[in-house]
């Protein structure tokens, strides 16, 4: 059995409710929802929360919420991993265990079901513990500069100073949209960055991180000027 699990804790601070905020006409979870009903991939669309408005919510657009999270799992210092190891061990004590689990994050409103399709295809193709999304950095890392105490800038990698930026490594990092995982990597919490994943690399253009209302703004304006996703 294949299920998603998506984590939406209530009483966020920076963007009040941000999992239920109206993004671009409908509740922000929606999107992750219906992407992953769309996606025809999972048994079962499970969403992990701790609030019955979310829960409300969740219901609304289809997903399923069979039981409210517990407290120690619900505040601001939770990883998303021991949730989803929550989730996963209460579908197998309550049903039929799953096989393989997708966590899909609640704010991820540029996220496709046909990523979702790939991710699941990379998964059991590279037969390892996780598939995860990923995109480039927009500048070569290895020019990056930190400002010291003294309020001068040094070069993380000043080595790298005269090569040109074509023959630089180029660099990915967490696209923050979705974690497809063999049951048992969650329930054992093996490492996601690491040698037994593989990346689903997305466009740039299709990703931006939500935690600050600046991000949100960002994001906003990202999905109006593209083709929303289906």
């Not at 804790?9 to 993004?23: L, Q, W």
């Not at 929360?49 to 289809?62: F, K, M, P, R, S």
């Amino acid at each position: 059995m294949k299920i998603a699990i998506i984590p939406a804790r209530g009483g966020s601070k920076r963007i009040p409710k941000k999992n239920i905020k109206m993004f671009c006409g409908k509740p922000m979870i929606a999107w992750s929802i219906e992407a992953a009903l769309i996606s025809g991939c999972f048994d079962r669309v499970i969403v992990s929360t701790d609030d019955q408005e979310i829960a409300d919510v969740a219901l609304h657009y289809g997903a399923e919420v069979p039981f409210l999270r517990p407290r120690d799992l619900s505040d601001d210092h939770t990883g998303t991993t021991p949730v989803i190891r929550h989730a996963t061990e209460w579908v197998a004590k309550n049903g039929t265990p799953a096989t393989y689990v997708c966590c899909i994050y609640a704010t991820a409103p540029f996220i496709r079901p046909t990523d979702i399709q790939d991710g699941l295809a990379a998964l059991k193709t590279a037969a390892c513990d996780y598939a995860f999304s990923v995109t480039s950095y927009a500048f070569p890392i290895q020019r990056a500069v930190k400002i010291t105490a003294e309020n001068r800038v040094e070069m993380f990698e000043p080595d790298q100073f005269q090569t040109r930026s074509q023959d630089l490594e180029e660099a990915y990092h967490d696209a923050a949209q979705f974690y497809w995982g063999t049951a048992d990597a969650w329930l054992a919490e093996r490492l996601i960055f690491g040698a037994k994943s593989v990346p689903v690399i997305l466009p740039r253009h299709r990703v931006q991180d939500i935690d600050t209302p600046e991000d949100w703004n960002t994001a906003e304006f990202m999905f109006k000027a593209m083709d929303a996703p289906k």
